[in-house]
């Protein structure tokens, strides 16, 4: 029976909420038909912006859970709080949220991620917990 210990679980669970991020957040651009001079750069901001997101969230958790044993609920919030560090160290500017058109790129670079975050979450909850809890991982 394959076993997978805390930091690789966690490690897996980060990347693939950073790959379904830019999946979904590069899906949406082409949906918004907008033209590409302007949005033309934000897939390439997105992808780094998820990167040091992933590689902040894996030191953060590392450290953290040397000290105390989180769960993969509490990291995946880690994950979300950096995420919006990360941003804001970016310069995002919060005031662009109030257009609530579809095309509005600042407020979907905040809703896409937070809704990834409650799929991979649910998710998590439901099964992934389950299974290590199985295979006593955990």
Known sequence: ??????????IIIYLLIAVLNILTFGEYLKATKLAGGEVGMIPIAMIIIFGITFLLSTIAFLIINSKKKISIITSIFIYHIIYLGVLISWGFDFKNLTNLKYTNVDLFIILIPFLIWAIVSLVCKLWVSKWIEQNNQF
């Open 1 to 10: 029976m394959m076993r997978f210990n805390r930091t690789a679980t966690t």
